[in-house]
């Protein structure tokens, strides 16, 4: 299985078109694309560790969610992680490939996966974008999702099975006045320029990564605002990747990371 057929099974599911313009999705770190794969090791983020478990697990392209290289970089001497990550990918003959903006946009993708942990159901985009063409049929890309719960809950139960779904110690929401949950609006990262969106569609319950404090306010009447940190959000994005890897290279290694990237630790 050479690298291009791996990049190509993940631009077939999330096209690279789909992504948003300040984004960098894609191939950025690249051996030839005719190059053989020996395995491809899985995370949301990219660091100096994950490069080194790559190479201990027999793995020459590791593939994220976040882009390594999202801004520009002016030097690459070793003087900050990115540089370092930079110089020991190439020396270990490593390929580094994103998946970010345009999986999240793609049918199917990051916040679908959210919503099949929360087993949700009748999933539309809270913003529909472009068409596209996915093995044969035509697919909607868009932004954030919303759907129902199997049966509604109360306000605390949704709360604590969210807490329970994403393994999270705490969670930040709003003074709502929602008494049951049925409609859920939902985005992986950070989400919070949706709420307007969730709220016109008749969401009980908005949840994503990032909100921020002015945001939390005025809502209360409509909506349970929930904001769940942003690795917390994103994390079931390694199972979509490894989906789609392993349906196109069954023989291929493919593994997850056993590193915590998380760059926000709770005390």
């Known amino acids: 299985m050479k690298v291009k057929d791996i990049l190509g099974a993940l631009e077939e599911f999330a096209p690279l078109a789909l ?25 949301l983020d990219v660091t100096e560790d ?20 999202f801004r520009p970089v002016k030097s690459i001497t070793g003087s900050d992680y990115i540089g370092r990550v930079i110089l020991k990918a190439i020396q270990q003959k490593v390929a580094i490939y994103a998946a970010h903006t345009n999986l999240d946009a793609a049918y199917g993708g990051v916040n679908f996966k959210m919503a099949e942990k929360l087993e949700l159901q009748n999933i539309e985009w809270l913003s529909p974008k472009a068409s596209y063409e996915y093995a044969g049929e035509t697919r909607t890309a868009g932004e954030g999702i919303i759907a129902s719960l199997p049966t509604p809950m ?17 969670l930040r929401v709003n003074h709502a006045t929602k ?17 307007p ?28 605002l929930m904001e769940i940190g942003h690795y917390e959000s994103e994390q079931y994005t390694l199972e979509l990747l490894y989906q789609i890897i392993s349906r196109k290279a069954s023989g291929l290694q493919v ?13």
């Open 197 to 224: 969106k969730a709220v016109e569609q008749g969401a009980d319950a908005f949840i994503t990564g990032e909100i921020g404090y002015h945001r939390f306010f005025g809502y209360e009447d409509q909506l349970l």
């Open 50 to 69: 994950v490069v080194d478990e790559a190479v201990l697990r027999g793995c020459n392209l590791i593939v994220s969610h976040h882009p390594l290289l």
């Open 19 to 43: 992504q948003d313009g300040y984004d960098n999705a894609g191939l950025q770190i690249g051996l030839a694309e005719d190059a053989e794969a020996t395995g491809a090791l899985l995370c």
């Open 255 to 267: 593994c997850r990371t056993k590193l915590q990237t998380n760059p926000i630790n709770y005390l």
């Open 179 to 195: 008494g049951q949950i049925s409609r859920v609006a939902l985005c992986g990262g950070s989400g919070a320029f949706l709420i």
């Open 154 to 170: 109360s306000q605390k139960d949704f709360m604590e099975r969210v807490k329970e779904i994403f393994g999270l110690r705490s």
